[in-house]
């Protein structure tokens, strides 16, 4: 079958080749044979029950072109271990596939600080979570993640408290998000940037065929990773995982 934005066409020997109407897709992995074999070598025999059944869930809402990959899920859970991660944050959670590969992370007394502006997209996978044993280490606040964070900043005692901070919310307020959350990361913590390489599109030529939307979010991604490029206080590491993924680490 056809991924989003991909189409089969016949080679001149018969054989059907992937051949995308759009630059990039959910992998940026030109090969489409080599991310399902590492999802079905890596990714899917050692994903949690109760990440695939959120999985398969989200697959049949209308917007799921909006969830983590299951690979990114699976870097994020591991990501999360090896920095010993107890305090996070979330901000755009959709239907938590990646909140619940950060609560099924951390310790029992962990808490994840998560922010949407949809609740109901929330609740759609919130019997799951409850269902794996995390839901009490999830504080969910629903509406715009700004003025809790410029609340927050108001209040020193929450500077440098959070040991990892995720992002997948409005590209256009990337910048703004980091801004802020860099005071409230600790110093060695992390922040994690999703859809950086945004389906692709930041190589793409003017005249490139990109979604609406994809078009639309392109140069606020591309000043975003110029910024984080720029910012003396983070180291950086931007990863072909998913959609791309920058990992900053605070070090001032």
């Known amino acids: 079958m056809a991924t989003i934005g991909e189409t089969k066409m016949e080679s001149t020997n018969g054989e059907q080749v992937s051949r995308h109407q759009e630059v990039g897709h959910k992998s940026l992995l030109q090969s489409d044979a080599l991310y399902q074999y590492i999802l079905e070598t890596s990714v899917y025999p050692r994903e949690p029950e109760p990440m ?46 990646s ?28 019997p799951i979570i409850e269902k794996a044993g995390v839901a009490h280490k999830i504080e969910f606040k629903e509406g715009p993640a700004l003025p809790v964070l410029d609340e927050m900043i108001v209040d020193e005692k929450n500077h440098g408290t959070f040991d990892f901070i995720f992002v997948d919310a409005d590209k256009d307020n990337y910048i703004n ?68 993924i920058t990992i900053c680490r605070r070090v001032k």
């Open 52 to 97: 695939k059944e959120l999985r398969e869930v989200t697959a049949k809402h209308p917007w799921n072109i909006m969830t983590t990959s299951a690979d990114e899920g699976q870097f994020l859970n591991m990501l999360l271990k090896l920095v010993n991660a107890k305090n996070t944050m979330e901000i755009g959670v959709f239907t938590g596939y």
């Open 99 to 126: 909140l619940l590969a950060t609560a099924l992370a951390l310790p029992d007394d962990g808490k994840i600080l998560a922010m949407d502006i949809n609740r109901e997209n929330y609740e759609m996978g919130l």
């Open 177 to 244: 998000y980091h801004k802020r959350l860099i005071d409230l990361v600790k110093v060695g913590g992390l922040i994690g940037y999703d859809n950086t390489l945004w389906n692709g599109s930041v190589v793409a030529p003017p005249n490139a065929p990109l979604r609406k939307y994809v078009r639309y979010y392109k140069d606020f991604v591309l000043e975003f990773n110029k910024t984080l490029s720029a910012d003396p206080r983070i180291e950086i590491c931007m990863l072909p995982v998913g959609d791309g």
